[in-house]
């Protein structure tokens, strides 16, 4: 079992910068697939980053180079770097952890129902 909790949402203005948290429990943690997620009222949960060891790294197509996801196996935590912010990137961001196969295409990283924890999500707000 594990349990995920994000913190470092918050209200920012546009082309400003977050950094989001999630510490995870359990003594596994480094053999855990991470991923950051998002939903916007009325739309699809999206895949934002994901990562499985420090060289692999996946992100959804609309970040194109803003925001970076990192991890740090020593304190249980995996971070969202959030760069260049814009309006449309209001959402609440999710932290997943899933127990992945360990030879995967990089798709299965892409899909949220792959991942088996969530945390309860916290809230960005980009104004313009």
């Known amino acids: 079992q594990v349990q995920l909790v994000e913190s470092g949402g918050g209200l920012v203005q546009a082309g400003g910068s977050l950094r989001l948290s999630c510490a995870a429990s359990?003594?596994?943690?480094?053999?855990?697939?991470m991923g950051w997620f998002r939903q916007a009222p009325g739309k699809e949960r999206e895949i934002v980053a994901a990562i499985r060891w420090a060289s692999s790294t996946y992100y959804g197509d609309f970040v194109k180079g803003r925001f970076t996801i990192s991890r740090d196996n020593a304190k249980n935590t995996v971070y969202l770097q959030m760069n260049s912010l814009k309006p449309e990137d209001t959402a609440v961001y999710y932290c997943a952890a899933a127990d992945m196969p360990r030879y995967v295409s990089y798709t299965y990283y892409y899909d949220h129902r792959n991942y088996d924890y969530w945390g309860q999500g916290t809230q960005v707000t980009v104004s313009s």
């Open positions: 359990g003594r596994t943690f480094s053999s855990y697939a």
